[in-house]
């Protein structure tokens, strides 16, 4: 119930080309979906985040799409670039009103390489 | 510079002496969390704090403490590490649980 699978574990890309990565969770009380980018050596840091309210979520190259019926979000990165080559983890938590719980759960991380 | 601060960064020991792990930040934070990151396992969190003295289990808790005296602090105890805690442990804080939450620069831990 308080999973989250992330896929794939590895993705290889060309320059210019887009990366997906996808995840499903089985929780439906869970309203917050934040995706985190670690580069090596560092601590993770929030690269963009949704809530259920909305289908879609856009910035800049990055787009996160949920689709709440499917319990699924995923990351598309356009147009990868080889600074974008990092981990990435999705991550899912509910509102503390709802809940009584500070919990967020993440996934298992997609390291993903840009190749040029 | 707002962050989160960790100490030590590297620490090898050896089975069954206590260690501490600092985390402090200074961004007026009310939501404190540890977690350990493991490979293919992702990030699992140890422990979380949504204000002083109010601290939960996260999802593995075994082995492991936390107190909340200060907001700013929250320290993660290894009572007698065994040589499974060996991993990657972050300190992150945040305003709230859905807000952003901001790493520090983790901890590389090897219990011998």
């Known amino acids: 119930q308080q999973q989250v699978k992330q896929s794939p574990q590895s993705l290889i890309v060309q320059k210019g080309g887009i990366s997906i990565i996808n995840c499903a969770y089985e929780?439906?009380?869970?309203?917050?979906f934040p995706w985190y980018q670690q580069f090596p050596g560092k601590g993770p840091a929030l690269l963009i985040a949704?809530?259920?309210?909305?289908s879609e979520k856009k910035e800049g190259r990055f787009t996160i799409s949920f689709n709440k019926s499917a319990k699924q979000f995923s990351l598309h990165i356009m147009d990868s670039q080889p600074g974008d080559s990092a981990t990435y983890f999705c991550?899912?938590?509910?509102?503390?009103?709802?809940?009584?719980?500070?919990?967020?759960?993440f996934g298992q991380g997609t390291t993903l390489q840009v190749k040029p | 510079e707002a962050q989160v601060t960790q100490n030590p960064r590297y620490l090898i020991t050896v089975t069954g002496k206590k260690l501490t792990v600092t985390c402090s930040q200074n961004?007026?934070?009310?939501?404190m969390s540890w977690y350990r990151q493991d490979p293919g396992l992702g990030l699992r969190q140890i422990y979380y704090?949504?204000?002083?003295?109010?601290?939960d289990k996260g999802d593995v808790p075994e082995g492991y403490k936390v107190s909340r005296k200060e907001k700013r602090n929250f320290p993660l105890i290894l009572e007698s590490p065994s040589p499974n805690q060996t991993s990657l442990y972050f300190c992150?804080?945040?305003?709230?649980?859905?807000?952003?939450?901001?790493f520090g620069p983790g901890t590389r831990l090897t219990v011998l």
């Open positions: 992150a804080s945040s305003f709230a649980i859905n807000n952003e939450q901001f």
């Open positions: 929780n439906t009380a869970f309203d917050y």
């Open positions: 949704i809530r259920p309210d909305v």
């Open positions: 991550a899912a938590s509910r509102e503390v009103w709802s809940s009584n719980t500070g919990k967020l759960i």
């Open positions: 961004m007026n934070h009310e939501y």
């Open positions: 704090s949504m204000n002083v003295e109010v601290t």
